[in-house]
């Protein structure tokens, strides 16, 4: 290799190589001059600060089809369908129609007792259901609070453990990213919750106003 050649290879890396520093400096300074809190407007959104799960609430039973001969009640909820959970209305139609070629058991909550929250989950059996029908039962996709942070949105609205979100500004969900996409907004926002409490028997509204919750909250049950 002659001399020239030699001395121009090394010009060209370190070229190279100042680029990438200069790259990797602008890179820095780029991320240093971030305000401390800032990040994309979808993750400034706050939730409502609960725990919980996605169950369905039988509105209706047929008399005569299955879910009515196995005594499921219109009120009760299912919460697993074979001791499966399901975070989607889809998901929850898929295990019935698995389940249903031989008997099957659902495991629900009841809503007429004086405890909600202390019952244990009760089995249910229901027999084959043929292909041409339907398990005999309508209703909707809730989700059940099981914790709530402490002066979290949740908490300061009067939501509690065993309480039943239906509704999110009007609006049902099916699964549970509907309900967390519906549920989450800027801090200082409200959003209106239609709940169903067991101990009430009914429903009642919520004005939720939104605030950003402390890393270090704690759930209470």
Known sequence: MTMNKYFTDCVASLVVLVGLLLELSVGVVYAQ????????????????????????LVESVEPGGAAGRS????GEIVMRIKMRQFSSHDEFMKLIEVASASDFKVQILRTDV????????????????????SIGAS??????????????????????RGDMIVEVNGKVFSSVQEFMSFSQAEPGASVRFRVFRPEARG?????????????AAVFAR
Do not use: C, H, W
């Not at 001059?33 to 369905?56: C, D, E, N, V, W």
């Not at 429903?203 to 890393?215: H, L, Y």
């Open 33 to 56: 001059r971030q305000p401390s809190g800032s990040m994309p407007t979808q993750q400034r959104k706050s939730s409502i600060g609960a725990l919980g799960a996605m169950a369905y």
């Open 139 to 160: 209703g909707k996709m809730v989700f059940i609070i099981e914790q709530v942070t402490i002066g979290a949105p949740a908490s300061n609205a009067g939501l509690r």
């Open 114 to 133: 004086d405890d909600f929250n202390r019952q244990p989950l009760r089995d249910l059996s229901i027999a084959p259901i043929p292909p041409d029908l």
């Open 203 to 215: 429903f009642v509204k919520f004005d939720v106003e939104m605030k950003t919750i402390s890393p």
């Open 71 to 74: 005594g499921l009640r219109a």
